[in-house]
């Protein structure tokens, strides 16, 4: 098979025109294309009333050498890759070792408990938070209620903060071994989809996820894995040799219970923060990490599809428009969308009492009336937050208790329109963008929640931003504050054989530990992290 990409058609074109199109492509007669398969389709709308979709297809040729002769310099014409996913152990026959312990149940710790399961290890895996259906239940009690679950909510339980978002599916980590695959793969066999094989930026949204995350963990129950939720690990277990290198024995739960283990994947995403505490009184490595900070934006999802579609908006192989923004201001900062959610809402995302933070996500449909998407700019340790590996946490705890105190001190968000923030005046009412936010929106000024330097950075981008997107600072667009948890403010450093740098046994992975950044990254990040445990785990003594 070869690997056709960048194949352009105009929306609308007849299947037959595929053929022809493909023919024409490779310079082939009609009766030498033996077949074709879709692998990815995305759009190109850089002409936005004339916008072409853009295919990548598996094609089945009769001379396949001969082709690849012909276009052996052209990077759009290659050999079909082998995608398949190979297990890179198993547990060894009469093998009696500690099962491996996964601290979360996001994406990460899902797949990366997922692997060890298929791979014969049945992992344990802890979780702070509740099963998703009933942490849906406490998530819904702080959108209706304003009553927050500091165990249960958009944070903490089972899914990870990916089940209440967009639910995208697409990444820029470097893939070679094409694990992300094998992350979709096993996402259609739990239910998603099957567009999300081949559609450019697939999504799956809330309502999906839950079922399908529910459906892996059956797969992994069934497997000999274990979940145990509302379980808190408040220690480790370490044993320090005599040249001073420490080795983990084992986790210590809330209750004081202990659970021996020497291979323990921390999978605890990026507002584990009494976790990344307890590791730094541990001696963990771990370091700093830049992060970004601002606001939720929203404008109505029309706006968007005609400045990015054009006469072709509403076109239904085309859906709600998405974009993707940056500007790289004077003073060195970058602001830039965040997680950018078409047809859908802005929620709330706080784990900690007293605070306010903002998300953004969507349903598969991304039906819903408005757009959002963080408006950030990204802040570094050495300039804007010094002070140690958890300085970061202070500072994002810092600007969350202002907004809370900024929208009532009753878990409403504080709000801005466009207009009203560029002419440095606050709101005291909303224009013709209502927000989705839920409890509510208090009109205010949000300098009372946000540094300085992003008050400043964000009125020299929305004018640039208004030029590149119609509309897109329009005075009655709204700001909601604040957003935070874009990713985790450390990293916990390990090394090579993705092992903490200096704790042997425990396995930084995934968005917390800061190797990720968003749903699919983080879940390749666990197959890599299960994979490195079960070699150590197969190699081990029984």
Known sequence: MIRLSGLKLPLDH???AMPAAICQRLELEPHELRGHSLVRRGNDARRRNAIQLVYTLDVDVADEDAVLARFANDHDVRPTPDTGYRFVAHVPDGWRGKRP????????????????????????ILDRGKPVRERTKDTWGLWRRAELNPDS??????????TFSDGKLYCRVKDPRFLGRKVLEEFVAAGAPDDILWEAHPHIGTFRLVSMVESMRRQIEALGGEYRWQTRVD????ERASDGAQRLRGVILQDGSVIEADHVVLAIGHSARPTFEMLHRQG????AKPFSIGVRIEHPQSWIDRARYGTCAG???LGAAAYSLAHHCGDGRTVYSFCMCPGG???????EEGRVVTNGMSQYSRAEFNANSGLVVGIDPERDYPGGPLAGIDFQ???ESLAYVAGGSSYWAPGQTVGDFLAGRPSTTLGSVEPSYKPGVTPTDLAQCLPPFVLDVFREALPVFGRQIANYDHPDAVMTGVETRTSSPVRITRGKDFQSLNVAGLYPAGEGAGYAGGILSAAIDGIKVAEAAALAMADAPA
Not at 101 to 124: D, E, H, K, S, W
Not at 284 to 287: A, F, G, L, Q
Request: glycine residues 16%; aromatic residues 6%; contains cysteine.
């Open 153 to 162: 909510n958009v944070q903490f339980g089972e899914g990870g903060a990916g």
């Open 397 to 399: 705890r810092h600007w």
């Open 101 to 124: 312990v996964v601290i979360g149940a996001g994406p990460c710790g899902l797949f990366a408990g997922l692997i060890l399961a298929q791979m014969g290890f049945r992992p344990i």
């Open 345 to 351: 809402r802005v929620v709330a995302a706080t784990s």
């Open 284 to 287: 963990v490595h771990m370091e």
């Open 14 to 16: 007849p299947a037959e």
């Open 315 to 317: 076109h239904p192989d």
């Open 235 to 238: 220690d480790l277990v370490l």
